[in-house]
């Protein structure tokens, strides 16, 4: 392949990355507690999909193709026990979402990176907590929340604005719309 296709494919390949990124964000805002399922399985996939592959690849010191085969078993696994033990994957998936937003957050306030994951960590223990006795308010608050803050901050990326003070208020914008879709879509 010639030398100046590599930049145009990877600038390509960023771009659908990011595309997906972005409609998965903004999915998770509007009707995250409706695809909640989907959600934790998929989660559940990804998860066992890396921790299979890390450890064929890194501690066993396998093949790429073998470490791909188990962590796709792997995932398959996770992916069906965490759709399967319901209460289990929305802990995980709510943990998952809040960790996607604090971290970042705390970074990108100038806090240090240890800081940052230990507070993300945290945050997504105690909501992780809260969504098994208030199932549907923390759901809705979790995923508009993660969806609206991640839709922005990758949004505005993309015209190389990443400044708080733009994303914060284009966050809570799709926060606040995302919780009253939510809410008018969902059954209490």
């Known amino acids: 392949m ?19 990124s972005i409609l998965f ?10 695809l909640r399922k989907l959600w934790i399985a998929l989660f559940g996939f990804l998860l066992g999909f890396f921790i299979g592959f890390a450890v064929v690849t890194v501690v066993a010191g396998g093949g790429t193709a073998v470490g791909v085969l188990i962590g796709a078993a792997a995932g398959l696994l996770c992916g069906l026990l965490a759709y399967k033990i319901y209460r289990l994957g929305m802990f995980l998936w709510c943990a998952g979402c809040t960790f996607t937003v604090v971290c970042p957050f705390i970074y990108q306030a100038g806090g240090a990176d240890w800081l940052a994951v230990t507070v993300g960590l945290l945050a997504g223990l105690v909501v992780g907590v809260l969504v098994l006795k208030f199932m549907r308010a923390i759901t809705i608050a979790t995923t508009a929340v993660s969806g609206g803050w991640n839709a922005a901050r990758q949004t505005l990326a993309l015209f190389s604005i ?21 809410l008018k879509t969902t059954e209490a």
């Open 162 to 182: 990443t400044d708080l003070a733009w994303t914060l208020p284009v966050a809570v914008l799709l926060v606040l719309l995302g919780i009253a879709v939510q």
């Open 2 to 20: 010639p030398e100046e296709l590599v930049p145009v494919i990877s600038e390509g390949l960023f771009g659908v990355a990011a595309g997906f």
């Open 25 to 34: 964000s903004l999915l998770n805002c509007f009707f995250g507690y409706k």
